[in-house]
């Protein structure tokens, strides 16, 4: 109940914060002279009347500090003297309606006398005093808030003070007040300047006045709420609601006005310069939780409503930009439309899908204009230099966005699959290899590099990689066979890509070639040593390069007869290798080989360089003098259609080292070839080699070919692989198991898939369920 | 049977005289015992030199029972005896096949193969009837051959469908117009019933993209052009 001791006053007073220098210690009146209610009622008003004073005249002076004690001890006997001469419940009471009295006579009439700026001046001026109103009547009738209020589970003096105001004056005028603010921000967005101090004061009494409910619990054994969004309750409700609804008409207006006349760009910057406003706005004079909401009724006005509008305009929307290459107006609108919720129809989505179709057109131009031209050896260095114009694009204005990212390999899926013609990309791609890795020398060294990576980038987009993977391996083995790497490294280096991009798997035919090359540079200096320490000699020197089956392209394997000192070395070597290997057997491919013959001209030597078969044509000649078309075939054994090409190079090129009769334009059957003695050049050493380097229409049939083959294959150990390890499946699965399997390789066609299925069920690897037509089981 | 020429029945029989059926050899034949009528039968139309009954002796029991050698009931008898073997039944499989068909006679067999056809004509979706199918299939390949002609295909389907069946008249028509193919696997035999079973007249609830074997893909095609 009461406290048993009476403390002694400053250890009351000094917590309510007077300097301890003013102290000034007043005996307890311990007198039995009993305060009547009225008396002291009087006695405390005059407190309130000079503080009403105090602040009625600025407070120039202070609040006296004897009438402070004065009033303190009245309080304090107030509330402790025995019943029935208890006041607490009285001045309790008295303390609120006291409030309700000031309120109503002198703060309301004082606010409601104005109009416009000068009521919120008065507003936020009222409300300044009476906090410290408040506070001032709490240091008098502090002993009620610490011994009282419990006791009865009463709201404490400061709450009552803050919810007196509330209800008396804040409920009165919050209409007038809301309008008057949001009157002055309307008139500072259409540029006006406003005071802001006034602007901030004004709203955080909206907060203030919810500070004070989860704080102080109204009802008996209330809980105190969630302090943190409580608090706002009243500065939602009563001003943040209405502002969002005032802003989201605002900015309809205002971009309604925009969206006719201005061009996509300038409308972005408008918009973008109106939301750097409103988090400024925010920071000002709004609270802080206020911006997200701001923001999105902004956003949602000036950027999500007209969205397409702005995209599609025909001169300077999204398109117009991305075909202008305008990169800081479409940096703009990144960073603008990301912050619109990311659906199919708002935000990003659908500016990547016009980034797409523009990408996908350009692309697919390019085809189109490719596949007039005769020779397509730019095309793909074309394609390099758009998709590092698009990569950049990604990269920049569109800071690196996946989405982005996406729709760039989406759209250059669709066209860098497309054919030019008959000639597939895959074989563009890989001849335009061919020319960097036949060239390279005339190029830095970080430069091959870079372009390597840029030609994967654009294979990793093929989907009939194999396609690829078969073309290069046919060129890089001409390459090698023909000496026409400028870079063992280089060579080395597309492989190890390819191989980082597709796994081993689909490398190792290509490292296997080139392992080979070295293999076979070892092998060559072991049969040099070889010779050295042998009794006889070859009379020439000869290199054999030894090729593994299956890495290498298929050769035909010749029929061809050697004259006598070339077939001694095939033999030496045969032999030679035979012993240093064992159950290996070579065989011998001529049409690839290369022979330095030494031409005895009447005029000068001069030294032929020419393919083996063509040797052993002009060999002949060391024996007759004359020989007929006829004669050569079956002596050397070539195809009547084979020989007659060499024969045409011999007699009727450019450099004529057999004569023929007739001197007719075709080679007949029944022609006869001599020995030019008289033919002569500036040069001292030829090249006639016959070999062709360019991808001949054979080629690419054959080509093709071998992949569907490879592919089918390919089908078939993926539906074994798969229905081994799941030993039943539905159909549908199984054809989708399978794609997913061989997608990295190629795009395997459902038909292909179906017919693989029905072949291995013929040969018993698979049977169809017997009761159930759509599934297969595995037969072990 | 069904699918052979009368006269290559003949000058099958004869010319495997020589070489002895699977089942005990001609020498080591045993007597069947009087009492054993389905034995007897046996010992009636087999082969005089060898243990098993040949072409001839089918054509002897068909007119005894009064039925066309190329009668589809020839084609249930073989299926109820399992016979491993155009044109022959060895002595086990006349024995087990008739003990289960429970004929001893000509005139009951006639009965019983004649309630057969009725059954399996009347259900073809039973699982009898699909066993007969497919046995037809097996039943009916050269030795040695995996797949079966396509002229056999052509003549065998009409007999073990009932001729009337919708999709028939148009598979045969297709396959008339489709010289590419050749033969039928078993796979696409035993498809077809299913197929026949659960496709509509019209192909409405046909999917490409399911697990028909590709020659029913194309029939589909065909059919809808």
């Known amino acids: 109940e009461f406290p048993p001791q009476i403390p002694p006053l400053w250890a009351i007073l000094l917590p309510a914060g007077l300097p301890g220098s003013l102290l000034k210690v007043f005996a307890m009146n311990t007198s039995v002279d009993l305060i009547p209610l009225e008396a002291g009622w009087d006695k405390m008003k005059e407190g309130v009347g000079k503080f009403t004073t105090i602040m009625e005249t600025d407070f120039r002076e202070s609040f006296p500090v004897a009438l402070h004690s004065e009033l303190y001890q009245t309080c304090y006997a107030m509330c402790t003297q025995k019943s029935p001469h208890n006041w607490a419940d009285e001045l309790y009471?008295?303390?609120?309606?006291?409030?309700?009295?000031?309120?109503?006579?002198?703060?309301?009439?004082?606010?409601?006398?104005?109009?416009?700026?000068?009521?919120l001046q008065e507003f936020a001026k009222r409300w300044r005093n009476h906090k410290l109103f408040v506070r001032q009547m709490w240091k008098l009738f502090v002993y009620l808030d610490r011994f009282y209020i419990k006791r009865v589970s009463a709201l404490p003096l400061k709450a009552v003070g803050i919810q007196k105001f509330e209800q008396v004056v804040f409920n009165a005028v919050k209409d007038d007040v809301r309008s008057g603010v949001l009157s002055l921000i309307e008139k500072e967005r259409e540029g006006e300047v406003v005071e802001r101090d006034l602007l901030k004061s004004v709203v955080n009494v909206f907060v203030e006045i919810g500070d004070w409910r989860p704080l102080f619990p109204t009802r008996p054994g209330e809980e105190i709420g969630d302090i943190g969004s409580a608090r706002l309750n009243v500065y939602i409700k009563e001003l943040e609601t209405q502002l969002l609804a005032a802003t989201s008409e605002f900015y309809a207006r205002e971009s309604a006005t925009w969206i006719g006349t201005d061009s996509c760009p300038e409308y972005m910057k408008k918009a973008e310069k109106r939301l750097t406003e409103e988090v400024n706005r925010v920071a000002s004079y709004l609270h802080s939780s206020s911006e997200e909401k701001l923001l999105k009724e902004c956003e949602q006005q000036l950027l999500a409503n007209h969205q397409s509008a702005l995209m599609d305009k025909e001169e300077t929307g999204c398109r117009a930009l991305l075909r202008e290459e305008k990169a800081e107006d479409l940096r703009r609108m990144h960073k603008l439309f990301q912050r619109l919720p990311n659906t199919p129809t708002c935000g990003l989505q659908p500016i990547s899908q016009i980034v797409r179709e523009h990408i996908v057109d350009v692309g697919m131009n390019l085809v189109r204009k490719e596949e007039a031209e005769k020779d397509h050896k730019n095309?793909?260095?074309?394609?390099?230099?758009?998709?590092?114009?698009?990569?950049?694009?990604?990269?920049?204005?569109?800071?690196?966005?996946?989405?982005?990212?996406?729709?760039?390999?989406?759209?250059?899926?669709?066209?860098?699959?497309?054919?030019?013609?008959?000639?597939?990309?895959?074989?563009?791609?890989?001849?335009?290899?061919?020319?960097?890795?036949?060239?390279?020398?005339?190029?830095?060294?970080?430069?091959?590099?870079?372009?390597?990576?840029?030609i994967v980038m654009l294979f990793s987009y093929l989907s009939d990689k194999d396609m690829f993977a078969e073309f290069y391996r046919k060129q890089l083995a001409k390459r090698l066979l023909l000496n026409r790497s400028a870079s063992d490294d280089d060579e080395r280096s597309l492989i190890t890509k390819l191989k980082y991009r597709c796994g081993a798997q689909f490398t190792s035919k290509l490292e296997g070639m080139l392992t080979d090359?070295?293999?076979?540079?070892?092998?060559?200096?072991?049969?040099?040593?070889?010779?050295?320490?042998?009794?006889?000699?070859?009379?020439?020197?000869?290199?054999?390069?030894?090729?593994?089956?299956?890495?290498?392209?298929?050769?035909?394997?010749?029929?061809?007869?050697?004259?006598?000192?070339?077939?001694?070395?095939?033999?030496?070597?045969?032999?030679?290798?035979?012993?240093?290997?064992?159950?290996?057997?070579?065989?011998?491919?001529?049409?690839?080989?290369?022979?330095?013959?030494?031409?005895?001209?009447?005029?000068?030597?001069?030294?032929?360089?020419?393919?083996?078969?063509?040797?052993?044509?002009?060999?002949l000649f060391n024996q007759e003098e004359e020989y007929t078309t006829a004669d050569i075939a079956s002596s050397t054994k070539l195809s009547m259609e084979e020989l007659k090409k060499y024969l045409h190079t011999l007699s009727l090129s450019k450099y004529q080292i057999l004569t023929k009769n007739p001197k007719s334009k075709e080679i007949g059957d029944g022609d006869s070839f001599t020995f030019n003695r008289k033919f002569t050049d500036r040069q001292r050493k030829i090249k006639m080699s016959l070999l062709v380097t360019k991808v001949s229409q054979d080629e690419k049939q054959s080509t093709k070919q071998t992949v569907d083959e490879d592919r089918k294959h390919a089908v078939e150990a993926s539906i074994v692989r798969v229905m081994k390890a799941r030993k039943t499946m539905p159909h549908?699965?199984?054809?989708?198991?399978?794609?997913?399997?061989?997608?990295?390789?190629?795009?395997?066609?459902?038909?292909?898939?179906?017919?693989?299925?029905?072949?291995?069920?013929?040969?018993?690897?698979?049977?169809?369920?017997?009761?159930?037509?759509?599934?297969?089981?595995?037969?072990? | 049977f069904v699918t052979m020429p009368l006269k290559d029945l003949f000058s099958r029989g004869k010319k495997d005289k020589a070489a002895p059926a699977g089942g005990a050899p001609a020498a080591a034949a045993s007597k069947p015992s009087a009492a054993?009528?389905?034995?007897?039968?046996?010992?009636?139309?087999?082969?005089?030199?060898?243990?098993?009954?040949?072409?001839?002796?089918?054509?002897?029991?068909?007119?005894?029972?009064?039925?066309?050698?190329?009668?589809v009931k020839v084609l249930i008898l073989a299926w109820q005896l399992n016979a491993q073997t155009q044109g022959y039944f060895t002595r086990n499989e006349w024995k087990q096949g008739l003990t289960d068909l429970r004929a001893d006679s000509p005139a009951v067999m006639l009965g019983r193969l004649d309630a057969q056809e009725r059954q399996l004509r009347e259900n073809t979706r039973s699982s009898a009837f699909k066993d007969f199918y497919r046995f037809?299939?097996?039943?009916?390949?050269?030795?040695?051959?995996?797949?079966?002609?396509?002229?056999?295909?052509?003549?065998?389907?009409?007999?073990?469908?009932?001729a009337s069946h919708a999709h028939l008249a148009k598979l045969l028509s297709f396959l008339d117009?489709?010289?590419?193919?050749?033969?039928?696997?078993?796979?696409?035999?035993n498809s077809f019933l299913v197929f026949s079973h659960e496709i509509a007249e019209d192909f409405s609830n046909f999917?490409?993209?399911?697990?028909?074997?590709?020659?029913?893909?194309?029939?589909?095609?065909?059919?809808?052009?």
């Open chain 1, 732 to 780: 549908t699965q199984l054809v989708s198991e399978v794609s997913v399997q061989l997608m990295k390789l190629f795009k395997p066609e459902p038909k292909v898939i179906k017919n693989r299925i029905e072949s291995l069920i013929s040969r018993e690897y698979l049977e169809r369920d017997k009761d159930n037509q759509g599934v297969y089981k595995y037969l072990a």
């Open chain 2, 207 to 225: 999917d490409p993209e399911g697990a028909w074997p590709s020659i029913l893909d194309d029939f589909v095609t065909h059919c809808q052009q």
């Open chain 2, 36 to 71: 054993d009528p389905i034995m007897a039968l046996f010992e009636r139309y087999k082969e005089p030199e060898e243990d098993r009954i040949g072409p001839e002796g089918v054509l002897s029991l068909c007119s005894d029972m009064k039925i066309e050698a190329t009668d």
């Open chain 2, 136 to 162: 037809a299939f097996r039943f009916s390949r050269s030795p040695g051959q995996k797949a079966l002609e396509i002229e056999t295909v052509k003549a065998l389907l009409p007999i073990v469908f009932v």
């Open chain 2, 177 to 189: 117009a489709s010289p590419s193919v050749r033969g039928f696997t078993e796979d696409q035999w």
């Open chain 1, 93 to 119: 009471k008295r303390y609120g309606t006291m409030y309700e009295d000031q309120l109503n006579k002198s703060v309301l009439p004082a606010i409601k006398e104005k109009h416009g700026e000068a009521m």
């Open chain 1, 379 to 454: 095309y793909a260095q074309q394609l390099i230099d758009l998709h590092d114009t698009y990569l950049a694009l990604v990269q920049g204005p569109f800071a690196n966005n996946t989405l982005f990212q996406k729709v760039l390999k989406e759209a250059f899926e669709v066209f860098v699959n497309k054919d030019i013609g008959q000639t597939t990309t895959a074989e563009l791609l890989s001849s335009f290899c061919d020319n960097i890795m036949k060239s390279g020398g005339d190029k830095i060294e970080g430069e091959i590099d870079t372009i390597l990576d840029k």
């Open chain 1, 517 to 619: 090359m070295n293999v076979s540079k070892d092998t060559q200096a072991n049969f040099s040593t070889f010779l050295n320490g042998s009794e006889f000699s070859l009379g020439m020197d000869c290199t054999v390069t030894v090729l593994t089956t299956g890495f290498w392209p298929t050769y035909k394997v010749d029929e061809v007869a050697l004259p006598m000192e070339l077939l001694k070395c095939v033999d030496t070597f045969t032999r030679f290798y035979e012993s240093r290997t064992s159950h290996r057997k070579l065989k011998w491919i001529h049409n690839l080989g290369t022979c330095v013959l030494s031409g005895r001209f009447d005029a000068k030597p001069i030294d032929l360089v020419i393919s083996t078969y063509q040797a052993c044509i002009l060999m």
